[in-house]
């Protein structure tokens, strides 16, 4: 499936520096091959590097699935050191997304540094977990 429509290329870019939150943006190409933003998903914290590392799997078996890292992500009180964002796909409508899933690293990890596919590893279908 895919992570905008059926069928259709999707680029996924991350901008960690982008608004001074980061951002990943999902671009198609238009009828000119001229890549064309489509949806953007912001940072919720100033200077977190939301966008760092971004990787796309089927979670749920479903569409794709938007994996996002946020290494520099930082709350002192909670003692988070870092974060990766968890963005299951609506079926390709990006706009009715509800809240993403946020997973927390332990304090000065980084945590979101690096994500990846790394596939089907039990092999029941769903993609990486």
């Known amino acids: 499936m895919g992570i905008m429509s059926l069928g259709e290329l999707t680029f996924v870019a991350g901008a960690p520096r982008a608004n001074h939150t980061g951002a990943v943006v999902l671009l198609r190409k238009d009828n000119v091959y001229r890549l064309v933003p489509e949806h953007i998903f912001w940072g919720e914290e100033l200077a977190s590097s939301f966008g760092y590392s971004v990787a796309t799997t089927d979670l749920n078996n479903d569409w794709t699935d938007l994996i996002v890292g946020a290494p520099n992500f930082f709350d002192r009180k909670a003692e988070i050191g870092g974060a990766v964002y968890v963005y299951l796909n609506p079926f390709g409508h990006?706009?009715?997304?509800?809240?993403?899933?946020?997973?927390?690293?332990?304090?000065?990890?980084?945590?979101?540094?690096?994500?990846n596919n790394i596939g089907d590893l039990d092999q029941d279908g769903y993609g990486g977990e």
């Not at 990006?94 to 994500?115: E, H």
């Open 94 to 115: 990006w706009d009715d997304q509800a809240r993403p899933i946020r997973l927390n690293g332990t304090y000065d990890s980084m945590f979101g540094m690096t994500v």
